[in-house]
């Protein structure tokens, strides 16, 4: 059983953002059980781990937090979340499973902003073997290899260790083996960051979706708001509301995963 833990990372010395706060005050409101626990550098040798070290130098946080939220669920296990998820509902009733991870709605690749799981969970392991064996590098514009970012390790880590895992987004939650619960975009990010927020007004559009019974937790994308989306993300989305408009939402659904897959 998963414990009764929320952890999450905060690696500069900088005050919480309006919108870190909020996220963080809801953890409080909704899951009042639960221990909190903030993995800094007084918590965590930024040192110990050459990734860890080169990417906290880098100033490049998000990335040194990549192995650390890994480390934290494999070690003490428990539910990672991202500083700028805003919780709507207890996760109690998804502590019964080993691991449970999802999908997000803008990429249909997994969300590695919210999983969970048991002490010893072993795609956490396989995960974080890459980074143990990897070195951070910024490129001369300043700029990351996104094939690296932890959604992509994740992915790989998941097909490594279940062999029935698919990248295909699941229409309601699955439980792999007996061992982890994949469930869709909708549990824990629903916000199609690369469009719905650039035309949306923050609290319109996450009101929407804090009605859906089924949604634990959204993630609010905070390192992403306000960039807009070039014209070809615009225009795809047009085709794909009309698309849904005639097929329908899951069918739709089902096409993008395949579509990823054979990219």
């Known amino acids: 059983m998963i414990p009764r833990k929320i ?18 005050n809801t953890w409080k409101d909704v899951l009042p059980e ?6 800094d550098t007084k918590r965590f040798n930024v040192n110990s781990i050459s990734w860890v070290k080169e990417a906290y130098d880098a100033k490049k946080y998000a990335f040194a937090a990549d192995y650390i939220r890994l480390y934290a669920v494999y070690t003490e296990g428990g539910v990672y979340l991202d500083s700028d998820v805003e919780v709507i509902k207890s996760f109690n009733d998804l502590l019964q499973y080993k691991s449970f ?17 048991e002490p010893g969970t072993p795609w956490c392991k396989k995960a974080m073997d890459f980074y143990e064996n990897e070195h951070f590098h910024v490129n001369e514009k300043g700029g990351v290899d996104l094939k690296i970012t932890a959604p992509n390790i994740i992915e790989q880590a998941l097909k490594d260790t279940y062999g029935s895992f698919s990248m295909i987004q699941p229409i309601k939650p699955m439980n792999l ?11 824990f990010s629903p916000i199609k960051y690369d469009v719905e927020k650039c035309y949306n ?5 996450t009101s929407n979706y804090r009605a859906n019974p089924e949604t634990y937790c959204i ?16 225009l795809w989305d047009k085709y794909k509301k009309r698309l849904t408009a005639v097929l329908g939402e899951r069918i739709v659904s089902r096409l993008l995963s395949l579509l990823k897959i054979f990219k």
Do not use: M, V
């Open 7 to 24: 952890h999450f990372c905060w690696l500069s010395n900088d005050d919480f953002p309006p919108l870190i706060q909020h996220c963080l």
């Open 201 to 205: 007004e923050d609290r319109r559009l």
């Open 177 to 187: 083996d007996n061992d982890i619960l994949i469930c869709p975009a909708h549990y």
């Open 101 to 117: 991870i999802g999908f997000e709605a803008a990429t249909g690749g997994i969300e590695a902003a919210i999983f969970g799981g």
């Open 34 to 39: 639960y221990e909190i626990i903030l993995w």
């Open 219 to 234: 993630h609010r994308f905070n390192a992403a708001w306000g960039i807009k989306p070039s014209k070809s993300i615009q």
